[in-house]
């Protein structure tokens, strides 16, 4: 394991996804195990890449009897426009990877409706940001890295204060999705995120990359100016970031 610094943001380099799974959820296990009288409130991503992570945390819960059934779960991001329950949703997934196999309560997850309706999404938006807030804030925010530079559904353009909302997904998002729905004309248009000054609020922010696709935008969000043009680019400014990256991910 290697570590650096770029910015304010450390940047650890791991054989593969596997170490970076034990790194993080030993993190969490720590959050949770200490958390005194206060629940803890673990903001989550959907996709490939934290899947070993969830799967470590799985095993913990009922190896290790850690209580993640006892923490608020925050979830990142989710499609619009697709009916409750569908397979292809970010909630969805969170339950099949996380929730059902740990035995976490439904009703512990804050989380977007994929199907609000049009009238419906300032409401659910603003719902968001108020439970974050009653739950006492994000102590530690899970994230990937969109090939774009997205945080979440941030694409580029996010200001570095917005806050959850709807958005218009771009068209490389879209065609990175269409693996999951089949077709790119099947991937939603418009989806509800958690803002960038949602996610950078978070006590503690822990990114994922992997693989040589992530090549790219792991080398400009370390180098380029931190700007809306690469919303990942403002992790260099939080206060307790870390990216965790593999071998082919790594920009040296």
């Not at 922010?205 to 919303?231: C, I, N, T």
């Amino acid at each position: 394991m290697r570590r650096s610094i770029a910015g304010r943001l450390e940047v650890v380099l791991v054989e593969d996804a596997v170490p970076a799974a034990r790194i993080l959820a030993r993190e969490i296990a720590e959050l949770v195990r200490g958390r005194g009288e206060r629940t803890v409130v673990l903001g989550l991503a959907a996709g490939r890449t934290p899947v070993p992570l969830y799967r470590e945390l799985v095993r913990m819960r009922h190896e290790e009897g850690l209580a993640l059934d006892e923490a608020t779960l925050v979830q990142l991001d989710e499609y619009l426009e697709l009916p409750a329950g569908h397979p292809a949703s970010f909630s969805s997934f969170l339950r099949r990877e996380l929730l059902e196999p740990a035995g976490i309560p439904a009703e512990r997850l804050i989380a977007p409706p994929c199907d609000a309706a049009e009238g419906e999404r300032e409401l659910a938006c603003a719902a968001i940001e108020h439970a974050i807030r009653a739950a006492g804030g994000i102590d530690l925010q899970i994230l990937g890295i969109g090939l774009n530079g997205h945080l979440g559904f941030n694409e580029p353009g996010s200001h570095r204060d917005s806050r959850t909302r709807v958005v218009e997904l771009d068209e490389e998002t879209r065609r990175h999705a269409a693996r999951d729905f089949g077709s790119i004309e099947d991937v939603p248009r418009k989806a509800i995120t958690l803002g960038l000054g949602t996610i950078l609020d978070a006590r503690r922010v822990r990114a994922l990359a992997f693989g040589a696709e992530k090549a790219d935008v792991v080398h400009r969000m370390l180098g380029e100016d931190v700007g809306p043009a690469l919303p990942a680019s403002f992790l260099r400014e939080h206060g307790d970031a870390m990216l965790v990256v593999d071998g082919d991910a790594a920009p040296w």
